[in-house]
């Protein structure tokens, strides 16, 4: 195996040469065979362990094996202890989504704090194969059944192709230590009873199973590479970036037949679960939304409109108590006295300080408001100004006004008030900017 592991590392993994590596080892025989293949080549090395405190005395004979192989090897380490049930009560996560938040936020800070260049862990091709089932049988898209990937950023798994068995036998053949984790042989888990239950079955049924598996998947990643070349050139026909918002121009989309396939692949990133409602969108009428935790995405005539969810109450007032107030929230804006030339644009506006009142304002736009729009005669319904702008539904929601008294100042980033803006006779200028 070593042979086959070094000939492995050289045609796909070139780039570790010379570079210096955190081993994640838990002391059972995955990675402990990864710490000793590693060793063997000479590669710049050094190992995190975790003590998560789940497993008592098990636990720290786990943490003693992984300190005990590095002091004999003189191989730098770094081992933690987290109390992970007191974590996941906490964060109301499960013990083993918990497990894997504090040890990937602990490897991340090591790689930083130590000048290091990539994690490897122990990940193998059993382990491929339940990760498989798992999403498998939970319903996933193409992206659930292509496998682990071999590297994400700077985590590298060189072990993804080789079998438990193999990795078992060259421990055994090279009289490695190894720890057994006594909650793997309990079936409590999902992914045990996969383990145990229904790979083996799978074996058994397919003595080159694993060979199969491994092909199935380099398909499935050809194929999911097709279809994010096919998505991104759809995208680039039907889909539109304005400022912080994604339109999805409704009519260029459905000149594509599997357009929910489209969707899909553009939406998912975004934390949307709710598909059959997304889909639906494309029918509903303007005003129909579908959430994510982070993201809305509204009907708007014959688009649909993606931007990130304002979580600030519509009926929410900030104030402004005087010009030297820094406003941050909902957005900046910086107030100062001018004198000089006045240059103005859609995000700088000079207005006459004794024609405003602080403490002024800035609210969402209601119903019945109007203004005098610089540069026109008369006054102006707001509904009546964002429908001649061509706002969109999520425009007129997320566009913020600057007011006195409740008469509105500016139309922050689009238009100012006729009444209030400093002309030549003014005293006293203000210069309001949208940063």
Known sequence: MLTKFQHHIEQNFAQLKDKKLLLAVSGGVDSMVLLDLFYKLKFDICIAHCNFQLRGKESDADELLVREMCQDGYIPYFINSFDTLEFAKE?????QLAARKLRYDWFQELLSENKLDYLVTAHHLDDNVETFLINFTRGTGLEGITGIPVQNENIIRPLLPFSRDEIENYAIDNKIQWREDSSNASDKYFRNKLRHNIVPTLKELNTGFLDSFQNTLHHLQQAESLVNDASKLVFEKVVKEKGNQLEIHLNSLLEFQNYKAYLYQWLKAFGFSAWNDIYDLVEAQSGKQVFSETHVLLKDREKLLLSERNLINKSEVFIIESIESKVNIPLKLIFSRFSGDKHVNANCIFVDKDKINFPLTIRKWQEGDYFYPAGMNGKKKLSKYFKDEKYSLLDKENQWLL???????????????????ATETTQQNIKIESA
Do not use: M, T
Request: a positive charge; proline letters at 0%.
């Open 91 to 95: 964060n109301k996560l499960s013990i």
């Open 403 to 421: 007011c006195s008294e409740d008469q509105i100042i500016w139309v922050i980033g689009k238009r100012a008030d006729q009444r209030f803006i």
